[in-house]
């Protein structure tokens, strides 16, 4: 958990193969799941933002084969310390992908 701005960047880009700027959140957890950063592109910048647990650990969401992304609320209740395997989402409405 040693990485800032260049190095998050930089696992972001080589190991990910993707683009920081494009809006997404990208996660990054220790070993010990006791630290979380999230790396964030704003208007004008990069964002980290960085949580320490004092106590318990991040539960981290097993999400499959073909699934590598969470949803906001999958996000949020990570951060907040909610097992997701336990949380069923009722239906909405959602727009067809084109």
């Known amino acids: 958990m040693r990485k800032g701005f260049d190095g998050l960047y ?4 080589s190991e990910l193969k993707r683009r920081v700027v494009n809006g997404s959140v990208f996660v990054f957890i220790n070993r010990k799941r006791t630290h979380i950063k999230l790396l ?16 318990g650990r991040f539960e981290i ?12 609320p999958e996000l949020v209740m990570l951060i907040e310390g909610i097992k997701i395997l336990s949380v069923k989402r009722k239906p909405r409405f959602q727009l067809q992908d084109e």
């Open 40 to 55: 964030h592109w704003e208007d004008g910048g990069l964002v980290i933002y960085h949580k320490r647990l004092e106590q």
């Open 10 to 13: 930089g696992l972001v880009t």
């Open 61 to 72: 969401p097993k999400l499959g084969a073909n699934k590598n992304q969470l949803s906001w």
